[in-house]
């Protein structure tokens, strides 16, 4: 019986490598793009009010315009969020007053919500940190996505839909952010709709807990 070649056991096993590889470039291919189409989906659209809830106990700033974010204290994707909020606080001083709103679920101790969001945001100068028990000014907004943010003007007139990222956890500048500055410099006063990346936002657990 003729003994198999070195040769044609070499192929053979080039054969296995290559396609190992493949496999391997295949599988990576497909999470990445998995990963791409999970940081590039927007969560729920707001049922949003086109002017201020009158009946709400949340209270318009004494500014030209009132911002209201709506968050998830343990949504990961809204770091970025807050962070751009921020800065936007820094870049129009004076010109719009601004509220966080992080859903406190009733039925949880006080220490569910404290979480390093919570703080950071508690932190920042000139933003005022509410915590929304069972997310009842979340209902009343409209609000379903971490990261939600509202602007209304003087008159109460509904003037931004949207949120502050290009994607889910990315900081830096996008649409909404440009727009806001644009309203807070009086450049424009068209009303504008943007999407909101985030996790659920009235829901006890977010994708990722933050400590």
């Known amino acids: 019986m003729p003994r198999p070649s070195h040769r044609s056991g070499t192929a053979r096993s080039g054969w296995r490598l290559g396609a190992g590889i493949a496999l391997w470039g295949g599988l990576l291919a497909c999470g990445f793009g998995a990963l791409v189409s999970y940081e590039m989906r927007p969560g729920s659209r707001a049922d949003a009010p086109l002017r201020w809830p009158r009946e709400s106990k949340l209270q318009a700033g004494p500014h030209r315009y009132s911002l209201v974010m709506f968050a998830h204290p343990k949504c990961p994707c809204s770091r970025a969020s807050l962070a751009n909020l921020e800065s936007l606080l820094v870049a129009a001083p004076g010109e719009i007053s ?26 920042i100068p000139g933003l005022k940190v509410v915590l929304d028990r069972d997310g009842q000014l979340a209902v009343e907004f409209g609000a379903k996505t971490s990261g939600q943010v509202l602007v209304f003007d003087r008159d109460g007139r509904q003037v931004f839909d949207g949120g502050l990222t290009s994607a889910r956890g990315h900081e830096g500048e996008d649409q909404g952010g440009r727009h806001l500055l644009a309203l807070a410099r009086g450049e424009t006063r068209s009303p504008l709709s943007t999407p909101v990346y985030g996790c659920a936002l009235r829901e006890k657990s977010a994708l990722a807990a933050q400590p």
């Not at 101790?109 to 703080?119: D, G, H, K």
């Open 98 to 123: 601004m509220t966080i709103c992080f859903y406190d679920p009733a039925g949880e101790t006080s220490e569910w919500a404290e979480t390093r969001l919570v703080r950071t945001a508690r932190a």
